[in-house]
Every structure is written in C-alpha cells, then in structure tokens.
C-alpha cells in the first residue's frame, strides 16, 4: 500500500482433519476473497492443510504427499497475484518431520519455517511426532526451483526492501527466547504467527497480553492466525481468536468463535521510525535467509482509521486518564513546591482554559502538601482586550477555588510604558499585543519575590509547537504545569475537573469550556464579545495537534501527514484547507523553536514534549525548507 503501510489479514478456514484437498480449496477461496480486497499478507492456522489434531496420522506418508500436493495447488492459486501467504503442513526432511509454515508468493513456495519449540505438556504432545527446527538452513527440492528450509528466514517486497516479515509457529511465542526476538533483530518489522491454540478459560486474555508485549518490545507489527473450529474437540476446542498488533496495540480481533478473519493495515513505516529512534533496539544486520517476493501494491486505506484527537484517548480510558495526568501535574509541583521551600504559588487567572487548568493543578498540589489555599496567589490581569465574561470567569473560579485574590489592571501601566518608548497605543500591532503579556510577567514574578513564592506558567504544548506566546511574556514562568498538555487535551482535562469537583466550580469551567479560545490583546467587538480569536489566525487547533503527532509521535512526512489528514478529516475539513494548515504548521514549528530552547521546567505527562532537555533537541535557526516544499508541493 501507499506510505509503508501494509494490509495484513489472519484467517481461520473451515477445514476437516486429514483432508488436505478439502482444506486447500477452502484456503484458495480466502484467498481469492482477500485477493479483491487488496491483501499484501495472508496468513493461515499452523497446521491448516492437514490439520492439527491428526494424532498419530502424521506419521503416514499418505497424509505428508496428500499435503504437499496440497500446497501446490494454493500455490499455484497466488500466481499473477500480490500477495504474501502462509500456509500450515507437516514437512518431511533428512530424516525427520517438522511443523512447518510454507511462505508462498507469485505462484512458488519460497521457503519453509519449521516451529522451533515442540510443546509436550498438558494437551499438547508434538513431540511424538515432529522435531524442533534445526540449527541453520538448507536447500529443498520442491517445485520447480526449490525451497529455502531455515527458522531464520525473512521474507521482504522486492520493491520495497524494508518491508520484511518474519514467522514463528505458536509456541514459539509463549519460549523464553522466541524466534521472533532473532528475526526483529536481523530486520523483519512484521511477525506472523501460524497457531494452534486451543480455547480455555483465561487464555484470550494471556494470549493478548503476550501479543502486546512480544510486538511492542520487538517495535514490530504481529499477525497471529489461529486454529479455528473445523479441528477435532475430542479432547479441546479451537476458537479462531486471530490477532493483529502494532507496537503492543490491538488493531483487529476476530472474537473466539465468530469464524472471521482478522484484518488491518499495518503502518511498517511508524514501526522504522520507532526503531531508528529507540537506540536500545539493535539491528544485528541482514542475516543469508532473505527471500524477496512482490506482494506491496498501491492500494488506499480503507481499514484503518486514526483519531481525529490522538492526544485524547476515547471512552472509558479518558476519565482514568485525567486523573492520572492531573495527578501527575500536581505531584510535580509539589515537588518543586517543596524543593524550593516557596510560601506561596503566584499565578495569573484570564478566565481561559490553561489558566484555569494551571490553577486547579495548584490546587491540587497545596492539597497533597497540607498547605493552605490562602497562599494561592490568583491575579487576574484585565487589558485591552479583555471581556467581561473572561474577567467574571476568572474572579468566579479564583473564588470558589479559596485562593487569594488580586485585581491588577494593567491598562494605564502599559500606557504609560508606551509613552515612554514612544509608541502609538492605536497601532495595533505587535508591540501593542505583547507588551501587555511582558508586563503580567512583570507583575506576577514581582509579586512572587514578595511573597517568597514560584510564578506559575499557563501555558500549553500546542502553543509552545505554533510559537503562540510571547517571548518573555506569558512564555516566561518558573514552572510550567501545562508544557507537555495539548490543547485539545486541556479541554478535557477541564471538563474531568469540573465534573469531579461539582458545585459552583462545575457552573464556572462549564462556562470557561464555552468561552472562545484568545489571548484577548486586542480590544473586544462594539458588543463586548472576543475580537482576537486564535484558531482564526493560527488555524483549528484540532489540525496542529493532530499534525504535532504526526510529525515528532509517529515521524511522518508532510506527504504522508497530508494523505492521512484527508482520510481522517474528510468530513470537517477539504485538502486545500488540510494543506494550508500544514504549511503554516510546518513553518511556524521551524521558525519558534528558540522559544521552546528556553522554556522553564515542566512535567512532561505524555508521549510527546517540546523540552529541549527531555525530547526535542533542535537548533533554533534549523531551515523548515524540506518539509515546507513538500507539503506546498503536495
């Protein structure tokens, strides 16, 4: 598919043990289904062409040639198709029987996986009948022109080489030291599993948690095919609980019993940026068993969709994760609350979100330190542009808060501050807007050193990604709270506070939440109502931080941002506007990272930040042309 993503799919035929003809017709006809829905990657239940409850019938030559005639036939059926399939059979080589997984593609066997681990415990006894795969590779006469025979095997796309999937066999999941670990290190960034896992209670849910583990630590994409229904039950019963995971995120599930297959399209090119990134993963270098195939086409996405809000989590999820992050704001504070022996918490109220944000984290850490509210140092600034409804927003929530209150109006300071650099107070510009941010700075870090206290910063990572703070300004703070908070993440962390709080302070941020995102510097409407609206000048917020996780989360480029914005905002937002905000983002990020080079402490609480002592390190003049000139050329 376009953009290194990959459309896999993990299938359970219907299937009668012994009978490898019946099951590869079965097999073909997924095939063919998954062939008109554009599938790169097809894999099947290990076993699937005899079976994997035959007993003692694998060890007649009967059931291994009735197998091989078998594979060749499904082989034949992938000829003139792009595709990559694996298919399950008893193999007998030098001597000896192995479970194997046959990689089929373009019409040939490219090579078989024999399972490395032969479970003999409980239910399971292939040690009766197979052998564990032997130490390295050899050459089989089948076909044609042979089959590669080697656990190690990986198999990669021709054209695009850095797609490369590894295979492993059931158990060789649940070792110690899976052959999956040996195949990620040599290169393969999708693992596929042919399994025969029967159905207990209890093991869906282990089954996920070492899928999860096993393609997270292996920064991999994982498709795991299992046995399904069509197998004997007179001892188990196998459900078809087939799996699909990216970095230790569940894609797809076909639910145990539902006969489904599972399906998704893997992002291989999010998995190579993760590990180029994550030093401690190490590619030992290609090993000799690479097998090349043509089985990535160009097809679109049409499974996979990404969250509009990546930074907000959906659900059930989201109100456990508030509370986790406020807890982790707060408890951060406190700790430099503590370190630094401050009497008091100064910060400024404008009756907006981040404010109103910052305040209730201080809130929360004067509580975890037994200190009294009172000491809480709430100003709230009101300036040229500031409304009514703010400035009665702040007042309210500084109120039913129980902190200290202080009214500064700063109008007549800046004035004065404008006569004096002889500035006309009716040019609206960028001295007009700043120099009222600079001077609540002012204000608030000299109302601190009165009172033996730490300014607060307001702030959030959104702004800081745009440059939308003033330098020095509301930039400045000596802890920042909101640093690592995106904005559309403020939302909802608000809205978790004020329906865990209730009351009066529940009525207040429900107001806060309804107010129009603006650093009100410019004066209001002839009705009073907010002039300067931020996501009118610098674009929907919504767009910034989905392209801020694009970018620095995910490593995409603006191709590839642009292709995945459409699909995820067809409904609120055409190209052209898509493009024009990824421009501007683009631009602005490269041109403000002085700003985020100096930025005071704060918590990082996600898997994205701004700091340039934890996560970005990027100099202040680095030139955004690359970035800038694909996307404009998009």
Not at 344 to 355: F, M, Y
Not at 519 to 545: C, F, M, R, S
Request: net charge negative.
């Amino acid at each position: 598919m376009k953009h290194q993503f990959v459309k896999v799919a993990a299938a359970s035929p219907e299937l009668k043990v012994a009978d490898p003809a019946f099951n590869a017709k079965k097999i073909i006809g997924i095939i063919g289904e998954h062939a008109q829905k554009g599938t790169e990657l097809l894999v099947f239940p290990e076993l699937c062409l005899s079976g994997y409850t035959c007993g003692d019938l694998f060890l007649q030559q009967t059931l291994l040639d009735g197998c091989l005639s078998a594979l060749k036939t499904v082989a034949e059926a992938t000829e003139d198709r792009k595709m990559l399939v694996f298919v399950g059979l008893p193999l007998s080589h030098q001597g000896k029987l192995y479970n194997c997984a046959a990689g089929i593609s373009g019409g040939k066997v490219l090579g078989f996986v024999p399972k490395t681990y032969i479970p003999n415990y409980n239910e399971f006894y292939e040690a009766r009948y197979f052998s564990s795969a032997p130490e390295g590779g050899s050459w089989l006469p089948f076909g044609d022109d042979g089959a590669a025979f080697s656990a190690e095997l990986v198999f990669r796309d021709e054209k695009f080489p850095e797609i490369a999937v590894g295979c492993e066999i059931c158990e060789d999941l649940w070792a110690p030291e899976s052959p999956s670990v040996r195949l990620a290190k040599s290169g393969a960034n999708i693992i596929v599993n042919l399994s025969a896992s029967n159905e207990t209670i209890g093991k869906r849910e282990y089954r996920k948690t070492l899928l999860s583990a096993q393609s997270g630590k292996n920064l991999c994409a994982y498709i795991y095919a299992d046995a399904g229904v069509g197998e004997s039950t007179s001892d188990m019963v196998f459900a078809g609980n087939n799996l699909i995971y990216e970095n230790g995120v569940c894609l797809a599930e076909s639910l145990p019993f539902s006969g489904e297959a599972a399906e998704a399209e893997v992002d291989v090119g999010f998995l190579l940026h993760e590990r180029r990134k994550l030093n401690t993963f190490c590619i030992n270098g290609e090993n000799d068993d690479w097998l090349d195939a043509d089985f990535v086409g160009e097809g679109d996405l049409s499974l996979r969709k990404f969250p509009q809000l990546p930074f907000v989590p959906q659900g059930r999820e989201l109100e456990k994760r508030c509370g986790l992050i406020l807890s982790m704001q707060s408890t951060a504070l406190a700790r430099r609350l503590s370190h630094t022996h401050a009497k008091t918490a100064v910060i400024g109220v404008s009756g907006g979100l981040d404010s109103s944000l910052a305040l209730l984290v201080v809130c929360r850490a004067f509580d975890l330190l037994g200190k009294d509210r009172g000491d809480i140092i709430a100003l709230t600034m009101p300036g040229f542009g500031t409304t009514l409804k703010t400035k009665n927003n702040a007042l309210s929530i500084m109120q039913a808060a129980g902190v200290t209150v202080r009214n500064v109006s700063i109008g007549g300071a800046v004035n004065r501050h404008f006569r004096d650099i002889d500035h006309d107070p009716e040019s609206r510009d960028t001295v007009y807007e700043n120099a009222q941010a600079r001077y609540r700075t002012m204000v608030l870090m000299d109302v601190a050193n009165e009172t033996g206290g730490i300014v607060i910063g307001t702030g959030d990572m959104s702004e800081l990604a745009l440059g939308w703070c003033t330098y020095n300004g509301d930039h400045m703070s000596m802890y920042a709270v909101n640093s690592s908070v995106p904005k559309t993440l403020v939302k909802s962390l608000v809205a978790y506070e004020a329906k865990r709080l209730g009351g009066r302070m529940e009525v207040v941020l429900k107001s806060v939440l309804n107010t129009e995102i603006s650093p009100e510097l410019l004066p209001p409407d002839e009705e009073g109502n907010i002039a300067q609206k931020t996501e009118d000048i610098v674009g929907p917020y919504e767009l910034h931080d989905f392209y801020l996780w694009c970018f620095l989360r995910r490593g995409y480029s603006p191709a590839k941002t642009l292709y995945v914005a459409e699909r995820t905002f067809a409904e609120k937002h055409d190209r052209e506007t898509l493009k024009k905000w990824l421009v501007s983002f683009y631009k602005r990020f490269f041109a403000q990272q002085f700003k985020r080079n100096c930025v005071p402490d704060g918590v990082k609480v996600g898997s994205v930040s701004l700091s340039p002592r934890a996560d970005l390190r990027m100099p202040s003049d680095a030139s955004a042309s690359l970035w800038v000139k694909e996307a404009e050329e998009l």
